[in-house]
């Protein structure tokens, strides 16, 4: 959506006596564009008004003014028919009060390159020959530029619009706002000298290593770039990505280089030309835009192949992690688990024998008593059984009560709920007749046994 804004308050005036200002089409850290139409031929234009950050100490200001009015001069001197062509240039008072250069430049009816990549988000791509038309005519534009000794050093979608014109969709290359004019001299940065520019700007998503780091750019800066675009024309994808600007730092910064195939697209012989372009280091890289697009045309792909065994990243998503993490499922260890059989063992017997205990005791007297009620063993000893073990085994091992002077009685076997803790109810089972023999009393438990307290 265009701003709505007027930070000039040019909207409704006429600059200059010749420009009628109708409203703001756009607005950047460092300018505003207006629509506007030239009163005399009727014709529709394009306004740009420079606008000063107020962060800017005062002794830059006058070279940031500088740079505005030479990137008039730097288009109005390349005749490419891929370049925005200036119209006019002026400054000095504005009609609604203050100060500002601004520059005219033809109006370009179309959108931009960015929204028709949008528009592709996750689809399959573009064949080779078909991107390599799409995006000649900027090649060839940077070519006559690089020429000139100019390197544009803000390439990206949002700075080529696709023009409708008579003879059909022509891509236009804009703002040379941070462009840079070499010297005679200059050469090809290493990557290790700084910048002597305290004005440097650039587009994160679409930066070279040696902006990040702040040393020298040129040429090569723009054949880093136009490498990526032709990267994101050929796969639909996004060359880097990033939540925020430090995970995009960090991916511009990566030794694994944004070609085709880190996507998972085989382009053939276009591989190496594309990863050369996109060296970490600019001596590595093409020099110049001609020389870049002449290695693509030495040898053209006739088509490209998604790779079916790589997952190509979705535009907007993190890329995969280099390696996998496999968790492993934590193992018991066998001595704490057979360490509980014990400790069942001898709550069984307990339980057991004071159950016999109470019962003869209560037979001998003349008068009936009630068997108390079994009570569970303390929290302190664990009754907790295996699933694979029964309570028929845990009892099987108690030895058979001493008898008793009086006709056999039926034997009494108390089983254990292991899984609820409580006891379960008795279960009787006939056993063999007994000689009578001197009635005995049942002697006390001994301590260690743990007899539940009543």
């Not at 792909?301 to 079916?308: E, H, K, L, Q, R």
């Not at 003349?366 to 845990?394: G, K, L, R, Y």
Request: glycine letters at 6%; charged letters at 20%; hydrophobic letters at 45%.
């Amino acid at each position: 959506m265009p701003p709505t804004a007027d930070p000039f308050a040019l909207i409704g005036t006429r600059l200059d006596g010749k420009y009628d200002v109708h409203s703001v089409v756009a607005e950047g850290g460092f300018g505003v564009v207006y629509r506007a139409t030239h009163r005399t031929l009727q014709k529709p234009v394009a306004i740009k008004v420079l606008k000063t950050p107020p962060s800017l100490p005062e002794t830059h200001r006058k070279a940031f003014i500088d740079k505005f009015v030479f990137e008039a001069r730097t288009i109005a001197r390349l005749e490419h028919p891929a370049i925005v062509r200036v119209l006019d240039f002026g400054g000095g008072l504005l009609p609604a009060g203050g100060a500002a250069p601004w520059i005219v430049l033809e109006w370009i009816d179309g959108d931009a390159l960015d929204a028709l990549l949008d528009a592709r988000r996750d689809r399959s791509g573009r064949p080779p020959a078909e991107a390599l038309v799409l995006l000649r005519p900027v090649f060839e534009a940077l070519a006559v530029a690089h020429d000139e000794g100019v390197a544009h050093r803000d390439l990206k979608p949002a700075n080529i619009m696709f023009a409708r014109t008579r003879n059909g969709v022509e891509p236009k290359l804009l703002d040379f706002g941070i462009a840079k004019a070499m010297e005679l001299d200059e050469t090809v940065s290493s990557g290790q000298t700084a910048t002597r520019s305290d004005l440097r700007a650039f587009t994160l998503a679409y930066a070279s290593p040696e902006q990040i780091g702040g040393t020298r750019s040129g040429p090569w800066t723009d054949v880093h770039a136009l490498a990526l675009l032709l990267v994101e024309v050929l796969t639909d994808r996004a060359p880097f990505r990033g939540e925020d600007n430090t995970a995009l730092t960090v991916d511009v910064l990566s030794a694994a280089r944004p070609t085709p195939a880190k996507f998972g697209l085989d382009v053939g012989v276009w591989e190496p030309v594309l990863a050369r372009a996109l060296a970490l280091r600019p001596v590595e890289r093409f020099q110049h835009a001609r020389d870049f697009l002449r290695a693509l045309d030495a040898s053209v792909p006739a088509i490209a192949n998604w790779d079916a065994l790589t997952t190509a990243p979705v535009i907007g998503s993190r890329p995969p992690p280099d390696r996998t993490t496999t968790l492993q499922p934590v193992q018991q260890p066998v001595a704490a688990r057979s360490s509980r059989a014990p400790v069942v063992v001898v709550a069984s017997i307990t339980v057991t024998l004071s159950f016999v205990a109470f019962y003869l005791m209560g037979s001998s007297s003349p008068t009936p008593v009630a068997a108390p009620t079994p009570v569970a063993a303390p929290t302190t000893v664990p009754v907790v059984a295996e699933a694979s073990a029964p309570a028929t085994q845990a009892t099987a091992a108690v030895a058979p009560p001493a008898p008793v002077a009086r006709p056999a009685v039926p034997a009494v076997v108390m089983t254990v709920n292991h899984d609820a803790g409580t006891l379960a109810r008795p279960i009787e089972r006939p056993t063999r007749p007994t000689v009578p023999t001197r009635r005995t009393v049942p002697t006390r438990p001994r301590v260690h046994e743990h007899v539940p307290v009543e």
